[in-house]
């Protein structure tokens, strides 16, 4: 489909490598505005290119500082770097200690360097379809490496995978109760450990945990699911989509990565460069190992659903609007004159079959 | 439609008021096995009727104790209850102290109480529509209340107004942090707050918060939107639906409800007449003022979308699957030859136009 005249146009300047092109175009995109899916397929016409590297972890952990680091070390080799901020605590999006900010205001200046930071989706958390779409555009511009920093969550840990290729995982030893809570899912994303804080009290204990828990996902994954394989990135389509395929379920145990346990103290800078050291070495692996096609490919099945969904839902509430339709609806489900079931296959019947109505 | 001969002798031993045909029909709902939405269609056909009642906090803060005493003062009275549990620590789900499984226990040998446990969303979190569904064949069965017990973890805390009539929200002294970050989502939420661990330092303390809050918010709803109704209950119907309508936006502020702020020790039961005195006195209020039907057409709405999208959800990915279209995408976007909204678009149109096909 074409493009407006002035979508075009911004297409132009995009492609131009105009940076304010780059922040109109993700406007567009985070307002869904008249043919911003047109935009965007005109835009993704160069397939992946990026090195995505997603940064997840508790509040607090420390992801920013060593965001910010990591992005400071790639501008020295002068890659151009994009940064996502999932992350209502990032210093980023603007709560956080004078410190970081000072840190953050420096990188901001540098024109090499784009950074944006979203909302999360209200209270319902987690990375929006919307998260995407903007680390595509990073993408798409031309950037070395796209970085996005959430928090973790729950629901954010698992969608991390579906937004990045290397997912590095902060935790501090302070958080060792909520490993407890949090370990699969963890060990299941994870392609790097940081102990962040390693300076504290219990840091050796949580290292010391979270290679144990590597070890025995090691030894049970030659019998099971391998690591980071196991994730049904195809639950992250849909709420709903429980039961939906698993991604390369027959797929053996990639060889030759071993996740490192690494330690940081972030506000010293100590440890820092292993991290950036191991994110490289795994970016290598995946290419070699023939895995990044395969995280791609993943990542471009749920994107598909997400795009899917949300046409779908739009297009529902526009067809219950229609005509008050869904407003007597819910008055007779209140009456228990009809109940959802009856009143959903309407709406279903008239979206489906606009032949019937 | 018709029901199947088996699932229309299922429908005659439920109105018979048969608790196996209850857990049967739990299980059909459950796995979303053949039949199951018309199924419910014929058992909601009674109308709402039970007074739901959800109970949301962070872990540990003693929902289960709260639920568990209110479950048995009911029982007291003479009337039937069902109980939703939907947070992996909690006793009933079977992660818990020693103590308060035994009280379990002697709840679980009461013939006139239905506990039903159920899994968290995986990973994602939430209430999933089948948690809601499971209310509703209590609420159909006949019981006179319906507790439902949610760990408060972001999306959660607002899915539980979708689920609930009264919304009790339970906190601890330890959970002082949380709140900072949680506060505006649980104020407008909470119909009731419990303090529990009342006896612990600090509970002085967050109780005169929580009533400082409350009472902000009293002041600023007179020109902003008013407490529970400023959730957007539309918002729950899909991840994406970020811009769906809110449910009665002109509506005034609901008079004669003061959210009362009440401290309990679960464990050894004070203050807990307390609590079921407030939630009584609430639900008389809900039927006087009018605000029960309206909350329960703001369900109606949410459980229709919920329906219509899981629905939509199925379809899309059968669509997909059908013909390996979805599977060659997927190879031609990774390649730069597709895009996922071009993939998309192709899928929606054998979707929506299968006269094209």
Redesign the interface.
Known sequence: MALSASLQALLDRFHAGTTTALARAISLVED?REGF??F??EV?????RTARVGFTGP?GAGKSSIVATLATAYRARGEDVGVVAVD?TSPFSGGALLGDRIRMNELTTDAGIFIRSMAT??????L??TTKEVMDLMDAFGFARVLVESVG???T??EITAAADTVVVVLVPESGDAIQ?MKA?LMEIADVFVVNKADRPGADRLVKEIRQAIHLRAGSALRDVPAHHGVDLS?L?????????KERPARAEPQGWEIPVLRTVAQSGDGLPEVLEAVDRHREWLTKSGEL?LR??AR??V???????????R???HT??SGGR?EH???A?????E??????RE??AD??DPEAR
Chains 1, 2 share one sequence.
Do not use: W
């Open positions: 869904e899916q047109d965007m397929h993704l016409k160069v397939g992946p509040p209502p989706r209200g209270s319902l958390g987690g929006a379809t969550v729950g629901q840990e698992l809570a899912g639950r389509g849909g709420a709903g989509s429980a039961r939906a395929v096609g791609r490919r471009a099945r994107r598909v659903q997400n795009v899917v969904d949300r046409e779908l839902r297009l529902a509430r219950a609007a869904l609806g819910l008055d489900i209140v009456q228990g004159a109940t959802p079931y009856s009143v959903a709406v279903l979206l489906l």
